[in-house]
């Protein structure tokens, strides 16, 4: 079933998206994506129609896209606010190289660590955390990780506003910015716009009567 699927999906770029078991992801799978990153509850019929395809289709390609690993599961978004859980914070963490074990371990007994990262740079790792207050950090960070032989050292930042979250990126989100500025650009140069990163020059005489009329 899949393979006739990935056969049929032919991507108009030329450059399908392998995963999983190898279902090839074409511009239809990418739409779906979209549309499910808006909604991820809509109904199969709903699906069909944004996309431009029959409800057959549509309900065939999600259920690869879940059988196949794609899209690994769905879950609500809240509001970390109204949930009382105002205060968010990054800590940076360095972590002994030979006791990475422990370390896993121990972050994995902790709820409110929200994300963690293994990291390239002067830290080992990152750790995202959600808490009721400022306190809360301060506690986490001299009582539990400090306690932990496998940290070495922390460095917290705390985080004023999220200004951008998006639920996932996909491939088509570049390709459709590529597009957009494109298609903008002849536009801007005609209303005299300098695009970023180049220089216009006028001329001197120009330049005189464009004073001469401020004057």
Not at 107 to 133: F, K, N, S, W
Not at 185 to 204: I, N, T
Request: positive net charge.
């Amino acid at each position: 079933m899949m393979s006739e699927i990935s056969r049929n999906g032919v991507s108009s770029t030329g450059q399908p998206g392998r995963i999983g078991i190898g279902l090839e992801l074409d511009d239809i799978h990418m739409k779906i994506l979209e549309v499910l990153r808006e909604n991820g509850r809509i109904s199969v019929a709903a699906l069909a129609e944004r996309v431009g395809i029959s409800r057959a289709n549509a309900y065939t390609r999600f259920e690869a896209l879940r059988a196949d690993g794609a899209i690994k599961g769905f879950t609500a978004e809240i509001d970390h606010v109204r949930a009382g859980l105002g205060i968010t914070a990054l800590i940076f963490v360095t972590v002994r190289q030979q006791m990475w074990k422990q370390f896993r371990a121990e972050l994995a007994r902790m709820p409110e660590v929200e994300y963690c990262a293994i990291t390239t740079g002067q830290h080992d790792a990152m750790i995202q955390v959600r808490v009721a207050d400022v306190a809360a950090v301060h506690s986490m960070v001299t009582d539990r990780l400090a306690n932990i032989p496998a940290v070495k050292a922390t460095e917290t930042v705390f985080i004023l506003d999220e200004v951008l979250k998006r639920p996932y990126v996909l491939p088509s989100d570049g390709r459709q910015a590529g597009q957009a500025r494109r298609s903008s650009r002849p536009a801007q140069e005609a209303q005299g716009d300098v695009p970023l990163g180049k220089m216009r020059f006028v001329g001197a005489a120009e330049g005189r009567a464009a004073l001469k009329k401020d004057d």
